[in-house]
């Protein structure tokens, strides 16, 4: 994947810095996180791609209109995780919104519910994503091998849901 300097983030204003002396990045979606997107989403629709990557299709909260975006979920036994590592995006309000998303990859679609957790919940499941998937890590404040009380504290700028499968979609 390109660099996350090539992506386009810049770093929030007025933000405290971490531990580390760092700050973490704000997403923007520029040009080469699109390009990079509809190739990942290419691959994902064949059905190419890690075993938990998907693409995550929610409903527009107000117009109505189908958005898909490339996700990695978390996932431990049967339980899975939808992790919003750049924060307050658009697939996170539409999740807010409706509590339905569509899970895609290859010919394999399921409609899940989300049910967003509260820090304490989050805080682990932040930690693990981290852990998996580094490419994240300059949009947060904690490290992986930090304490999970630092993902707690993150929670609130990482949005994190619990996945079901939803038994009646449609």
């Known amino acids: 994947m390109a660099a996350d300097a090539f ?19 704000t997403y923007r979606l520029g ?13 994902l ?12 299709t929610t409903t527009g909260r107000h117009s ?4 898909t975006t490339p996700v990695i979920l978390v ?9 919003a590592p750049y924060g307050d995006v658009g697939w996170v309000h539409n ?6 998303a569509t899970l895609r990859r290859g010919k394999s679609v399921e409609v899940v519910l989300a049910e ?24 947060f404040d904690a490290e992986a091998t930090d304490p999970v009380q630092r993902f707690v504290a ?5 949005p994190v849901f619990k996945l079901s499968t939803d038994p009646s979609p449609g």
């Open 31 to 43: 040009t080469a996180r699109r390009a990079t997107n509809i190739v990942v989403a290419a691959l």
């Open 7 to 25: 992506w386009g983030p810049v770093p929030e204003s007025g933000r405290a810095t971490g531990h580390n002396g760092d700050v973490a990045r």
């Open 116 to 139: 967003e957790l509260g820090p304490e919940d989050a805080g682990p499941v932040l930690r693990s994503y981290l852990r998996d998937v580094r490419v994240t890590a300059p949009y």
């Open 154 to 158: 993150e929670a609130r700028r990482h």
């Open 75 to 83: 996932e431990s036994g049967s339980d899975r995780w939808l992790v």
């Open 64 to 67: 109505g209109v189908s958005r």
């Open 45 to 56: 629709r064949h059905g190419i791609g890690g075993k938990s990557s998907y693409l995550l």
């Open 95 to 100: 999740v807010r919104a409706s509590r339905r």
